[in-house]
T-cell receptor
């Protein structure tokens, strides 16, 4: 069974600081890994998807890396802004169950102005 | 808007009542997924459809839950005899095949009083 862990559970930083969010998973036989953003009481917004054959993906101030062999991914958010305050979730799809995203519990980020 | 839509966005019901949620996927997507998210946790897989066929159900989906996807288009999730433990965000997602990016709707927040 795929287990996904996100550390830390919560993070508070001053505006302008870079954010580093960690995700680990136990089964490295994955199709891909997705990072999502969730605002309070809202649905999920997909931020980045990394295929299993890729090492990283970038979109604007966001960069996500994937080390499949060690079962780890890191999401970097450069020059954080108060609007980045949200919960960030990572999720993986394994080769065995190509229909099911397995999610971590998320990291709740607060960027202080 | 061609994204995934869900209706209603919020539902408050009394224990013992039945509720039904609807999800409209992105039109060309053949796969449709239901997830449930409780406070402070990541979403958990409930069930999915490929076209009109329901191919997998989680053990979380008790016999009080039923889902349909007639004609392979929209889907409904019904909960009979609701319990307070059913209070959660119910999320729908769709994709064009397995092992690839899933797109999420805004969710339906259910509160059972």
């Amino acid at each position: 069974k795929q287990e996904v862990t996100q550390i830390p559970a919560a993070l508070s930083v001053p505006e302008g600081e870079n954010l580093v969010l960690n995700c680990s998973f136990t089964d490295s036989a994955i199709y891909n890994l997705q990072w999502f953003r969730q605002d309070p009481g809202k649905g999920l917004t997909s931020l980045l998807l990394i295929q299993s054959s890729q090492r990283e993906q970038t979109s604007g101030r966001l960069n996500a890396s994937l080390d499949k062999s060690s079962g780890r991914s890191t999401l970097y958010i450069a020059a954080s802004q108060p609007g980045d305050s949200a919960t960030y979730l990572c999720a993986v799809i394994t080769l065995l169950n190509d229909y099911k995203l397995s999610f971590g519990a998320g990291t709740t980020v607060t960027v202080r102005a | 808007d061609t994204g995934v839509s869900q209706d209603p966005r919020h539902k408050i019901t009394k224990r013992g009542q039945n509720v039904t949620f609807r999800c409209d996927p992105i039109s060309e997507h053949n796969r449709l997924y239901w997830y449930r998210q409780t406070l402070g946790q990541g979403p958990e897989f409930l069930t999915y459809f490929q076209n009109e066929a329901q191919l997998e159900k989680s053990r979380l989906l008790s016999d009080r839950f039923s889902a349909e996807r007639p004609k392979g288009s929209f889907s409904t999730l019904e909960i009979q005899r609701t319990e307070q433990g059913d209070s959660a965000m119910y999320l729908c997602a769709s994709s064009l095949g397995g092992g690839i990016e899933q797109y999420f709707g805004p969710g339906t927040r259910l509160t059972v009083t």
